[in-house]
């Protein structure tokens, strides 16, 4: 799913080439995606692109006379810029037609999650707002109390949207690597000193995420959105060598994501159980990566 700054970049493309220029034309290539009734899309025409905004994972198109266009891509969800009038292809789900050019949202997969409401008002658009923090501009005395208002684990804390703005899968794995901390460490377990290095390596990992796609990016239009890029530290690089200590990075795979981490860095070598292979292995899981090599090398004997 893309992420604060993979949103960023594509709001910031969407400015560049559309902002400021009037809506020609709304393409609905696949109904499902439009989850609103009134105003209708057709409401949109010929109306000016006033402002590009993200909302969280969200992407809101301010219109003139209060009406606003939200995209919230989802999983895999993304745009493509195209020549004017270009076809939506076989994944588009709709194309926004400009004098400059078309965008057009595409979703890949059978599973379609990607959505468009079309709302008029500022109060119609506030109910999209989870009021979550925006790490990148938040104290640290409002992040920690963000953080410790429930009692859950890192990793869900920092993808909880209702707490944190824009954190998902991917750069929660990147910040907690960053910050030394183990992703199953219970929030109401963290100390002062481990709560202002996760705001700080929050920070820095977002801030440094963001000015490395804007400088990949250019003036051009995002083209690899992923959530799998190889200058990562952890996410989507299981086993692979950890760039700090070159241990190799651990995961844990649940429902229909996975958790990256290094046991050195993180976890003080310890390795974390992962649910389906922990039940089957049972006592044999193994609790260090010595453990994991002495059982490895045992195998191949």
């Known amino acids: 799913m893309p992420e604060l ?19 020609g034309g709304l393409r609905i290539a696949s109904p499902f995606v439009l989850r ?19 909302l969280g994972k969200q992407i ?3 219109f003139e006379d209060r009406h606003f266009l939200i995209v919230h891509l989802m999983i895999a969800g993304r ?54 923090l925006e ?6 005395k409002d992040f920690d109390t963000a953080l410790r208002r429930e009692n859950h684990t890192l990793k869900r804390s920092l993808t909880d949207p209702r707490l944190f703005s824009g ?55 995002p083209s690899k959105v992923t959530a799998f890029r190889p200058e990562m530290a952890v996410h989507g690089r299981y086993g692979t060598p950890c760039p700090r200590c070159e241990a190799p990075v651990q995961r844990i795979v649940y429902a229909e994501n996975e958790c990256n981490y290094c046991a050195p860095c993180q976890t003080e070598g310890r390795l974390l159980a992962d649910r389906a292979i922990s039940r089957l292995l049972k006592q044999d899981w193994p609790r260090s990566l010595e453990e994991m090599e002495k059982h490895i090398e045992e195998r191949r004997q």
């Open 5 to 23: 700054p993979d949103v960023v970049a594509y709001v910031e493309a969407v400015e560049r080439h559309a902002g400021g220029q009037r809506l």
């Open 36 to 54: 609103s009734v009134d105003p209708p899309p057709s409401a949109l025409v010929r109306k000016k692109v006033r402002e590009i905004r993200r």
């Open 60 to 62: 809101v198109f301010a």
């Open 79 to 132: 745009f493509q810029w195209r020549e004017p009038h270009a076809s939506a292809g076989k994944i588009g789900l709709a194309a926004f037609d400009f004098d400059s050019g078309t965008l057009i949202l595409t979703e890949a997969g059978s599973k379609k999650r990607a959505s468009i409401h079309v709302v008029r008002g500022e109060p119609a658009l506030a109910t999209f707002d989870r009021h979550a």
């Open 135 to 140: 790490v990148l501009e938040c104290s640290l």
């Open 167 to 221: 954190i998902g899968n991917a750069f929660s794995d990147e910040i907690l690597h960053h910050a030394r901390l183990s992703p199953m460490k219970q929030t109401s377990r963290l100390s002062d000193e481990e709560a202002r290095r996760l705001w700080s390596s929050t920070r820095a990992v977002l801030a440094d995420w963001v000015e490395r796609l804007r400088s990949q990016t250019g003036d051009e239009f």
